[in-house]
Structure formats: C-alpha cells, structure tokens
C-alpha cells in the first residue's frame, strides 16, 4: 500500500512552461521532504516543509505543505531542460514508523527545449 | 556537510556469488542509515533500517538471510546481498539521517547507488 500518491506520474513539457506535481495522502506527516533524481543517481534532498501551511520558494521552485499535513504540491515556474528528472515526495514521523521514509511512487519530468 | 559516499558504484557478479556494498557518512556521524531498493522508473523501496550497534531492521518481505546488513560504526553500513540470483539486479541506494541537522525533520541524505547486475 502506497502511503503517499503522487500525480501526475509521467510529465512532458516544453521550456518556459509552468507545472504543478501533487503528493497526497490520508496520513499526517510531521515533515515532507522532496527529492529530486537524475539517472543513476540518488536522489537529493530539494526542501522540507514541517509546519502545516507552510511554503517555501527555491528559486523557480515552490512548495506548499498542506494545511492538515497530509499533502504536498511542488509548483516550478518558467521550466528548463535542467528541471528534468524523478521528483520524490516523502513523508516522515508517522507513529511508530521512527525515522523511515516514505515515498510516493514519483513524478517523472521531461523539459525538452 | 552531510555527504553520503556508496561503494562500488556499480558491481556485475555471477549468480550464486555474494557482493557486499558499503555505505559511508563523510561528514557526520550515522546513527540510523537506511537501505533502499529501485528499479528502474520507479520510486525508492525501503529494505531496511540498519542502526549502530544493533541488529537491521527489516521491512516485510524482504529476506534478511539474504540481504545482511551489518553498522559496525557511526560512519559505516555495509549490506551484503548473498547467493545473488539475476532477479536481485537492481540499483541498490542508501543514506543516512544526520541527527545534528535533521532534528525533527527526519531529513535523510542519499549515497549515489550501486547498479548491481547478476549474469
């Protein structure tokens, strides 16, 4: 069972679209974090969100923390070919799960020029 | 800060045989590493929760006989896949919670992954 739906899974766009990717779940998270991965590569960590409502901005990047704590959305602006690769939701702190993660099954974006 | 090395960074054994990859925090020290699993597209599979000076602990399904993991120090895990099998070909990935900046963020920090092919 997937505790975290990410939509939409597969995304191709041209440079200088705008996009938004969804992490959804019925559980209550003390933290999500988004990852992004390029092939052959692990994933590195973008940004956490701990506090319901809140958001945070990297760049072209924004990220908004649902207000109960159970979803996420990541929204770039203006992407690039650079922008490409698996993004991960994960979320942590559910009871009795310690310091696991867990994933959503990812979002895969192609930025083509 | 909070760098994760894997080694090797790929490996091709014979089936039967055993390989053993080696998760190492740089900068800090790792009380808690975890061991991933993934196959290609598709999301990140947790193995196992490997903890310093204890036994791994292992998610349902995977066999622990099979998949050893032994963190003998705050820096290091190794995970050994044993009698290697083709369908354990996969790209295998750790990391490691830092608990001097994740605090209650649970942030972890990923090695680069090992592609384990099986002929």
């Known amino acids: 069972t997937q505790l975290l739906e990410q939509s939409p899974q597969f995304l191709s766009i041209q440079e200088g679209e705008n996009l938004t990717v969804y992490c959804n779940s019925s559980?209550?998270?003390?933290?999500l974090q988004w990852y992004r991965q390029e092939p052959g590569e692990g994933p590195v960590l973008l940004v956490t969100v701990v506090t319901g409502g809140e958001v945070k901005k990297l760049k072209r990047l924004t990220f908004q923390f649902g207000d109960a704590r159970k979803d996420s959305s990541l929204h770039i602006t203006a992407a690039q070919p650079g922008d490409t690769g698996l993004y991960l939701c994960a979320g942590a702190g559910r009871l009795n799960s310690g310091y696991a993660l867990n994933f959503g099954k990812g979002t895969s974006l192609l930025v083509t020029p | 800060g909070a760098v994760v090395s894997q080694h090797p960074s790929w490996v091709i054994c014979k089936s039967g045989t055993s390989v053993k990859i080696e998760c190492r925090s740089l900068d800090f020290q790792a009380t808690t590493m975890f061991w991933y699993r993934q196959f290609p597209k598709q999301s990140l599979m947790l193995m196992a929760t490997?903890?310093?000076?204890?036994?791994?602990?292992?998610e349902q399904g995977v066999e622990k006989d099979k998949f050893l993991i032994n963190h003998a120090s705050l820096t290091l895990s190794t995970l050994t896949v044993t009698s290697a099998h083709p369908e354990d070909s996969s790209f295998y990935i750790c990391?490691?919670?830092?608990?001097?900046?994740?605090?209650?963020?649970?942030?972890?920090?990923f090695g680069p992954g090992t592609r384990l092919t099986v002929t």
């Open positions: 559980s209550v998270f003390s933290s």
């Open positions: 990391s490691a919670r830092d608990p001097g900046t994740s605090g209650t963020a649970y942030e972890q920090y």
């Open positions: 490997s903890n310093e000076g204890s036994k791994a602990t292992y």
